[in-house]
């Protein structure tokens, strides 16, 4: 059904915003996402004339066809895996002796928070395995330092798509230079690489977590509330009824006295050494062809790869615990059974918001609404870039982040080849940093409801938490391309000065002042 034309105009972006709206104000994600779901399902067939019945064919189907895609399964068992692992990790003792190691050689909250985001840091493969890797790893230390469930869904979520999308080798690399037009001269991997430093949404992010990472009462808005609680309570998270359920059955878990700190950095070690692996060889490094890492990595499959390093670490545990007794061959079963079981919240939302996606880019055709706009518009040569990342935000806010790439980078490269080809790659950088914007705001965005669930936090708290946040970055970066747009004629290496000297300044002010500024507490439901 999917690719069948549907004339949707407006109509076709509510859905999301319908899904959102809900989200925001009953907090119930599942719930929201499915009258969303549903309300994209209305839409479409009220405008192909499929009656009442094609709301529920339309709802269904697309639904089976998100979940037999072959990216989404992979995903799916990957999470299923990792929510193995994690348990097993609980079960041996490995996680349990981290956490006294962690207590002894982490001596402050800050320094918590800094080795959160130094590990993230180098998880950059895929923002997927970033966000439930380092929640898993660092949530047992942070708690202990009293960091906030938000701050850490922060330092989680900052640091999975803004790094992913500024590193030449992941997941993310990959599919932007599948996007990019072989007819600009260049190849798409160095075109990729020339945005880099004028991706300005990734590169203030980063900076926004090494800052709240070091200095002391530097957050502002809802989060410095949600610290605030946390601090004085002990509270990891209000209203955290997903978390809970998602919780329980890990809570349950009895630990093992005898396990060792190696028993949890082994298995995660081979997990990452796995997926590295995995993803060269779907790649076709080791295929005989004298395919370049850097090509390897552009040609993998992310998701099948991440699951065959599931594979292979949940192997590597079994033959570290069994064998040595911390775990019965019987106990290991159930073991992988309860984290199976603790990622069923995790696969009903990712479910839902696959399906709410594919609805909006496959039959209402919402990025090609947006495209149109784009277009027929009379935007003046120099804002194009300023534009485009509006454009962008809005339409990975809607959508998705890889969804926004597909449809605006072609459109960005043959508006820039016919009137203005200085600007293609700062129009580049403006999409991609625009994508990564909508994605960071979203409340049905993937990494944001995966960084929820590492960090173990309700995810509307996420979301407005955050949203301070990535406004902040994402005005500052509208006005950094809208002083590219003008000095571009300067040429490439003067532009990204006058771009990093405008933004970076114009930033450390703003997160000077803003903690500053007296507000009134954030109405997060205090029981």
């Not at 004085?232 to 630990?255: H, K, P, R, Y």
């Not at 979301?463 to 406004?471: F, G, L």
Request: charged share 10%; aromatic share 10%.
């Amino acid at each position: 059904m999917e690719g069948e034309f549907s004339n949707a105009g407006i109509w076709s972006i509510m859905p999301p915003l319908v899904a959102i709206a809900l989200a925001l104000v009953t907090r119930q994600v599942v719930f929201s996402l499915l009258i969303g779901v549903i309300s994209g399902s209305i839409i479409y067939s009220a405008v192909s004339g499929l009656g009442i019945i094609g709301v529920f064919s339309v709802t269904v189907e697309t639904m089976i066809e998100n979940i037999a895609d072959t990216g989404n399964a992979s995903i799916i068992i990957f999470v299923v895996l990792l929510g193995a692992l994690v348990a097993l990790l609980i079960r041996a003792g490995g996680s349990n002796a981290y956490g006294i190691w962690a207590s002894r050689n982490i001596q402050s909250k800050q320094s918590a928070c800094l080795f959160t985001s130094l590990l993230a840091f180098l998880i950059f493969i895929d923002d997927y395995f970033n966000c439930l890797t380092v929640g898993t790893i660092m949530r047992p230390v942070t708690d202990r330092y009293r960091v906030s469930r938000e701050k850490l869904c922060f330092l989680i979520d900052a640091t999975a798509a803004p790094v992913c999308i500024i590193a030449p080798i992941s997941s993310w690399s990959a599919a932007v230079i599948s996007y990019i037009p072989a007819t600009i001269g260049i190849s798409g991997m160095q075109a990729f690489i020339s945005s880099i430093p004028m991706n300005l949404y990734a590169l203030l992010t980063v900076f926004m977590v090494i800052w709240f990472s070091v200095r002391k009462n530097s957050d502002y808005g809802p989060m410095a509330d949600a610290e605030q609680r946390t601090e004085e309570t002990g509270g990891l998270g209000i209203n955290a009824e997903f978390s809970a359920e998602s919780g329980d059955d890990l809570e349950s878990i009895a630990v093992s006295g005898k396990g060792r700190i190696f028993d949890m950095i082994i298995p995660l070690a081979l997990l990452v050494l796995f997926s590295v692996a995995a993803m060269m060889w779907s790649g076709g490094y080791w295929s005989g062809e004298s395919k370049g890492l850097l090509d390897a990595f552009g040609d993998t499959n992310a998701g099948f790869a991440l699951s065959l390093g599931g594979f292979g670490a949940l192997a590597a545990a079994f033959f570290l615990y069994v064998p040595r007794r911390l775990i019965s061959l019987k106990d290991f079963f159930i073991t992988v059974s309860t984290g199976i079981k603790s990622m069923v919240p995790a696969i009903i939302i990712l479910t839902l918001a696959w399906t709410i996606s594919s609805i909006c880019s496959g039959l209402l055709h919402t990025g090609s609404y947006f495209a149109d706009l784009v277009e027929s518009s009379s935007m003046p040569i120099a804002m194009i870039p300023a534009i485009l990342f509006v454009f962008a935000f809005a339409l990975s806010f809607a959508t998705n982040s890889w969804g926004a790439f597909g449809i605006l980078i072609p459109i960005g490269f043959t508006i820039c080849s016919a009137v203005a080809p200085h600007l293609s790659i700062i129009t580049l950088s403006a999409i991609l940093a625009g994508s990564v914007w909508g994605d960071h705001c979203s409340p049905i965005s993937d990494t944001t409801i995966l960084s929820s669930i590492g960090a173990r936090c309700n995810q509307i708290d996420h979301v407005v938490t955050q949203m301070p946040y990535a406004v902040t970055a994402g005005i500052i970066s509208f006005i950094g391309y809208i002083v590219s747009g003008f000095t571009s004629a300067m040429g490439y290496a003067t532009n990204v000065a006058i771009m990093l000297l405008v933004t970076f300044p114009l930033l450390i002010a703003a997160l000077l002042i803003l903690p500053k500024i007296r507000r009134k507490p954030y109405l997060i439901d205090r029981q």
